[in-house]
């Protein structure tokens, strides 16, 4: 899914429906109440939270769904937000979506350092981070190789009978940004 409308981004920038769209995109369909013992808040916000989801395109009601057990379900399990977008409106609510789901990444990282890991686990997690020189080009061809890598395991998200035994949630986080820092004050442009 590409996000180009600023309204359906700045309603998902916010850090509990970051947290619900990967609930009910990696554990759906799922009601509110099921969803609240994933993030630890009530039934009732959960509800709130996921119809605004729902409102701006992100989720729908699963078919079938009556009386109270209304269960929710993904559109499509990958977004797409480009920070460049026409108009400064966008541009501003990219930006805002951007930093929520970076310090939702961050976060979770730092906290899943603290957690122990099971001994089926050890040896297989790990960090990377490089600096390289690219193109804009080869950044788009970097990103299209991502995209091609893990799209062997998307049908695992939505469809539980497609997951190896052994397997358990894993989060895979790749972001380019250029390195200001490295780069000279006056050829900046």
């Given at each position: 899914?590409?996000?180009?409308?600023?309204?359906?981004?700045?309603?998902?920038?916010?850090?509990?429906?970051?947290?619900l769209?990967?609930?009910?995109g990696?554990?759906?369909?799922?009601t509110?109440?099921?969803?609240?013992?994933?993030?630890g808040?009530?039934?009732?916000?959960?509800?709130?939270?996921?119809?605004?989801?729902?409102?701006?395109?992100?989720?729908?009601?699963?078919?079938?769904?009556?009386?109270?057990?209304?269960?929710?379900?993904?559109?499509?399990i990958?977004?797409?937000?480009?920070?460049?977008?026409?108009?400064?409106?966008?541009?501003?609510?990219?930006?805002?979506?951007?930093?929520?789901?970076?310090?939702?990444?961050?976060?979770?990282?730092?906290?899943?350092?603290?957690?122990?890991?099971?001994?089926?686990?050890?040896?297989?997690?790990?960090?990377?981070?490089s600096?390289?020189?690219?193109?804009?080009?080869?950044?788009?061809?970097?990103?299209?190789?991502?995209?091609?890598?893990?799209?062997?395991?998307?049908?695992?998200?939505?469809?539980?009978?497609?997951?190896p035994?052994?397997?358990?949630?894993?989060?895979?986080?790749?972001?380019?940004?250029?390195?200001?820092?490295?780069?000279?004050?006056?050829?900046?442009?």
């Amino acid at each position: 899914m590409d996000i180009t409308d600023a309204k359906a981004m700045r309603a998902l920038a916010h850090p509990l429906r970051i947290r619900l769209l990967e609930v009910v995109g990696t554990q759906g369909p799922i009601t509110a109440a099921r969803a609240s013992e994933y993030v630890g808040e009530s039934p009732a916000n959960c509800s709130f939270h996921l119809r605004t989801l729902a409102q701006h395109g992100y989720i729908e009601r699963a078919p079938g769904a009556t009386g109270r057990d209304k269960p929710w379900q993904i559109i499509d399990i990958t977004q797409h937000i480009d920070r460049n977008q026409a108009g400064p409106d966008a541009q501003m609510a990219a930006a805002a979506l951007g930093e929520q789901i970076q310090s939702w990444e961050f976060e979770r990282m730092r906290a899943g350092r603290h957690l122990p890991v099971p001994d089926t686990w050890k040896g297989h997690l790990f960090e990377v981070g490089s600096t390289l020189f690219l193109t804009p080009e080869e950044a788009d061809a970097l990103s299209e190789n991502y995209r091609q890598l893990i799209a062997p395991y998307l049908g695992r998200i939505t469809d539980p009978m497609q997951r190896p035994e052994a397997a358990a949630p894993v989060r895979v986080f790749m972001a380019t940004t250029l390195a200001h820092d490295l780069i000279p004050k006056d050829a900046e442009s």
